[in-house]
Nanobody, 125 residues
Framework: QVQLAESGGGSVPAGGSLRLSCAVA????????MAWFRQAPGKEREGVAV????????YYVDSVKGRFSVSQDNDENTLYLQMNSLNHEDTAMYYCAAANRDGGRWRDSAAYAFWGQGTQVTVSS
């Protein structure tokens, strides 16, 4: 089992920055890739960024490319999402997710076995 706990959300003005953290505990050696998802009210959950554990390769949804950066700190067992140039459309609940099986598409929530409880990000216009 793996436990995930997000932190770092909050309210910021448009153009501001936030860094989200996801503390990872448990059988971390089984994980293959980890991602950040977000869900705004009335919208489907959306994959935002992914990092592959061994290669450290990263991918982003087009709407955040050049503004968001995902990284991992293995010593601290923490996943990060640095978010810059935030705009109102980034307002959502952000979730950390972890996958221990290969073969799924990274933007498909069904590929992930473990989820955190979420942290709210609100960007004011």
């Amino acid at each position: 089992q793996v436990q995930l706990a997000e932190s770092g959300g909050g309210s910021v003005p448009a153009g501001g920055s936030l860094r989200l953290s996801c503390a990872v505990a448990g059988n971390t050696g089984s994980l293959l890739f980890m991602a950040w998802f977000r869900q705004a009210p009335g919208k489907e959950r959306e994959g935002v960024a992914v990092i592959f554990i061994r290669s450290r390769g990263t991918y982003y949804v087009d709407s955040v490319k050049g503004r968001f950066s995902v990284s991992q700190d293995n010593d601290e067992n923490t996943l990060y999402l640095q978010m810059n140039s935030l705009n109102h459309e980034d307002t959502a609940m952000y979730y950390c997710a972890a996958a221990n099986r290969d073969g799924g598409r990274w933007r498909d929530s069904a590929a992930y076995a473990f989820w955190g409880q979420g942290t709210q990000v609100t960007v004011s216009s």
